[in-house]
């Protein structure tokens, strides 16, 4: 660069750019520095009660040093010692027992049995998270089939048009593949397991030692640190860590929901195109600079975007799956620093996204319905068609008559030249045998041709109401305004 | 090239590699074309048995015909008829219709019809094969880690010897991580919804309109669907097709079993690179070409290649999965014709081969106490500090003077030094406070090192052993012989 | 299922659907059985003959013998021995040396001497093939863009209408991408190096010995084996195989020109949706089956299932590199069995649907002009801005009034109340300084909206005309029908 | 949990953890917030200047308003800005102007015409960084290599003892790969094409209104911005945004680099299992908290970690290839801002690592001898093959008896029968034809076991040494301390 550049000013932390643009206050809590430290304090704190109780000679009173200083939580000063020791988890004991005064903690443990631990708890109480902001978003996308319930839109496959569905049901639809991703994020946060006390190699064997060889203490204290943490259930059988893939099924479950997300929000992009339906603004909301009347689907493209993200990270995570040597090792570590928390701060964005996207979009009804007239005969071809064959022609026979006219239909109107007459192409085809009556009688009946579409969001709804009741306050949730 | 090039000769048709070298017959079975049209072919006619019953006029007669000839699956003149009609649906239709010389199939159905419904089942079947060979598969590591419950082996951390633990409890660890992907197998299973008779835009029009607007009839039409496929729930709110992150939910499960399996194949990898286990040979296999003594792990080797494949078909999924353009399109249709036969092809291959690895490998125990007892000094370390900890000494204190110890023992010994002498290092420092006599009664008592290791290969047979009930055939299932 | 099912006819082979279905034939002979079987026993006489002239006792007459045999290439014969050896290798090697009753090749070799130079020939030529149809799609997009040169069409940021631009300007912007593609591909193909006859550790040891440990004699036989090849280098310092990550580089750099292509189809099958363009219909070419008219963009949308899969075999080749233990093994092997071929195959069937697609679209002017008229006083209003900027109008100013207006025309237009008369709304602002003259002379000059398109699209044809010259055969090259 | 939780404390801002924890401080440099920010004010500037001169009125002192405030950057007040207009772009426009109380910069200007540069100057800045530090891994690794040059160790392939080798050629065996990584790297910065000033839909409309329509003054601009980027070529015909699909070339040449180190990485810990090296520690590092001894290979694992992450950036940034629509849109925009910098954090901090790992190794040639002559007689086996040969046996043959005697010698050795006497075993074989004498010959010569390896070892070093004067610096750069 020429001239004189502006000198790099001194380097201030780059911040993590997923949670501190796009997270909820919520997520951010459970994966914060400090956040983390205050779990590992109480996990301390819980494993040497447990151990004292067990006849671990350890004085109540060093309890009670660790607890008076448990939320002194001072980063600079860890940092500083994990510069030193090149350890992080050495450090962060260091730091407590010199605030505490004591070398009590972490007595038979090895670092993987603190971090292990509190990561599960962190990824655990990420999902809850998760389930939450994705009962509120069926909820949202509930409101919003019912509303547009019977609002006939013109369906399209292959992006062309098709046959009519209605609104409510285009969105149901999404809502049908966010279920699914629901009910497997239900399924496995009722059966994630922890991985517990269990030594350097996974054998127990400093806890068995600690508490004088007496497994059923081992068996005790295992059921106190579950206990404290919240978990039902703790793998029997591990290493050094517990299985990487449990992480792969974790972002994979993430992913599944994000996808029925950034499937609805592709389509929004699409209708948007059309005109049919906006995102809406936020208030204030600037649109392009050079561009200022453009209602862009920025924010449905974020969510794309996001889920796009979350492919990657379960590309990262799948990375790990398999590939564990012997009892364990840290080759996943930088990995899951990474990988972990910005798989919950990405799928946190796109669900905080989607449901402001599900609050302030607007529908223009005039739009879609002009669309409709347009396609409308086209649309209903697969009507005549089923008239036709229960009249008693030969369906293929039918098809290929039907073919042919809206072809010619269609090349008349893009060639500009107004009216397709469809219609009139048809009734004189007696292959078809409906004359100009019998058709214009099938096109007359148009609200029909939505078919079971509004039946099937009430279906919908069905599944989806129950859960206002199951996760308090879902209904009325309400994200943050989105950058 | 120079020389006369040997001439290319007409190209024979490329076989499937992942079917033809690695996949079961009964995998095949699954996915092989004719075996698709027999399915295609059968779900037509209970539709139009269906349709039938429910008021459509179809003559008996005309189901008879298409009975009569459902076995002639001529796969050479489909593909004639694919390559006029560039549709390969309507190929098959025309095939099937002028077979029977009728036009009564397919009424009112669209492609995806038949199609979605038709691989839905080829998956809903090829799942249930999966999970009877991960059964078999846990049984058979049972098998192992029960006949290797109690055999001291040196645990490895980050590689290198950290303290000892059982082959059978090592087997165990990764039968817990298959377990694990067993059960969401299960849930998945239990759930996996079906798409049904949904019509072009899934909002059953034409089923509707032939069937004279009765909704009540359309639902006993898919209720009688449903119950020819097999399935127990379809999907109430559908495009033309279901959300395609159903399959990347499908493959994501298929790549946890198999990463299960590949991390216990990559440890068998590292352990036949210490000489401790090899995977055994098939009768009659030769080794490598140019060095024919060595039994290389090529079958582990194996599987860990097939979980790479798997993730990538994870990665293909994944990338159909969030981008369904409104009530969908074809966009995935390529990935899908590869995807999904050849994600199942791969972990079948994967499973008849882990099952193979784990009827076979052999292990030697000779070579396993050698290595247990070079390490038994450093491997104890452990256990010593729990024990001056026990007697009152500083956990900080002691872990600084067993490391300068450890440290430079290790180091001795890396110099070609012979004997590390690490006891008598140990023994000659305060800060530690165990004498020589103590740490060689520690060290004397190497049998109870392995610490639970032995109780949690019991809990792990606790799991796995009622599966040979619930999986008829899976204690006794071989594979056939591998390429 | 109820009723008698269908049986499940004898397995008859299950055909690679990428190969079979959608590669050509220049590219399945590249990867069929026979031909790879040539390209070995080509290499194995030239070896022979290399090494015959080098001193090894290898009997002219021996040669002659392998010469002689070595079209008899019986796959079944093959097939059967490596089902007894359970080494795919050896069981050519025994075929060839039994037919021809001799056994003088592979002296020296090991299977990867072998196999890596093989594969390393067939990704070559494969990578010509690729690079000649990509100047092919490039001369085809390169006639489109030229044909549509100066077509004026509502340019679209975040799928909404922004400013125009010309079709042809948009055809020559993936244009831009497919030659960044073809550049690297290019590079790539300069630079490819092949293994060489290296041996088992990569130490060519064995040649050493056969050759008396004559190190210029082994470098004789290295380049030998290149000429042979038609390679220009080799790699110096490999182990039993040559590094993995260049099997990525190569899937990589096909998944680049493929996304151009999938960026280019994805925007088809967004203007099929609003009518302005179909990607055509190949002769005899059936729409769906239920909706005969509809022109869907279906080959477009295969070319973005083809992106997708490539993307696959990115993660599958990602997930080899940097996995290399020590001098090598075949953990690698059944993956790049699949995703070298599928990779060509798919990449081959990808550019040859883009090349039809491009040979067949249709672009509908009258339908793009009626979209341009419906969105030019809105296109126009970054060129207003300008001009009140010009005319001494503060920017931010003029940017808040001007969007003010547009989306109050904008609102007015989606609420149905027809026209949205943007033009007076903006004239009665003073902040924006143009009175309806003013704008009206603006509006007037539309052609000139198009800014630099036209000239951006000659720029393109400067890069892209000399490719016909340099790839005979490109411009005139017509892929076979499609499936 | 129970007890009293330690109360979550207000959130501080979570940290970039590759930035923060690996990063350097160049590279964080140039990903900084405030760096970017500099970077954007420069290039405004200069392209005011250059507007100006070309005749648009912007006064001069206007432009020495704005670099009198350039330096003033103030994170917190922009982001109070975003927060409000809820678009970055604008909000630090406005900061700027409102800095400089004026409102002249961005005139013309599209917010990609400025975010795209300036994003690309930072791959562009980044890449050369990474070019720099892998030349460094590469010297380092050639004196690692040129050290070793000579020293036999066991080659393996499957992990199992295969051919000797030597410690130096194998360490050139990754430096190859590495440089392969390498000149894709070089050919990539060299063509590295930057996006330029090309408005809202590509098209220049907005320079070429404000330059009154002038295409030679717009191309002077241009070619100004060009310089003062520092970038060769521009792209000619783009849309809002360039092709993402360079990116996604971008990130998985980082990905190929990251591959040989993590090929390298592995390897060293697979060795380090063994005993034979160690990666050493850094002075003050802590080991394992529980297993104070270990010399955990823990900076390979996270090479190899950090190679998993960039396989994750791939699937990412292919995931935004191939799918532009239109003339773009934002839907890559969170994908970038994550993806891009940190795949620049991780390959420094795996290159800072690998460097460090290449500067501390520690080799123990005494136990690499001792593995030799365990494996000695084993590692002949393919020289006596070869010897057998050239005295005239049949090559099937002799493999044969020499697999049998080595497989019964092997079975031997893991029995724990002690010395396995391969010689004799083989000496006594005549379809060998090599007596003991012969055979203890061979074996004696071990040093000419490891064949052309030495050589191979200088022909890296020729391709390597040259880059030290290249890259000034490169061979005594030495990475911070690493955590």
Known sequence: MNDTPTPFPTAAPIPNVLAERYAS?????????????ALERDFWIAVMKAQRDLGVPIPADAIKDYERVKGQIDLASIDKRERVTLHDVKARIEEFSDLAKRQFIHLGLTSRDLTENVEQLQIFRALKTVRFKTAAALLALGRQAEAHRDLMITGRTHNVPAQPTTLGKRLAMFGQELLIAFTRLEELLERYPVRGLKGA??????????????????????????????????????GQVYPRSLDFEVVSALHQVGAAAASCATTVRLMAGAGLVTEGFQEGQVGSSSMPHKVNARNCERICGFSTILGGFVTMTSGLSGHQWNEGDVSCSVVRRLALPDSFFAIDGLLETFITVLRQMEVFPAAIAAENERNLPFL???????????????????????????LAAAKALRSGGGDADLLSRLAGDKRIGLNKRALQTILGESARFVGAAPHQVDAFLDDVKPLAKKHKGATDYRPARLL
């Open 25 to 37: 206050v919520a997520m951010k809590d459970i994966w914060s520095q400090t956040g983390r430290i």
């Open 201 to 238: 190699v996974g054998t127990q064997l400093d806890q068995l030692t600690l508490l004088g060889g007496d497994s059923g203490k081992v068996d005790q204290l295992e059921a106190r640190v579950l206990r404290h943490l919240g978990f039902r259930a703790s793998l029997f059988a591990v």
């Open 380 to 406: 209903a071809t697969t009507t005549i068609l089923m008239e036709a064959v229960k009249r008693g022609g030969g369906r293929e026979t039918a098809h290929a008559a039907i073919k042919e006219h809206t």
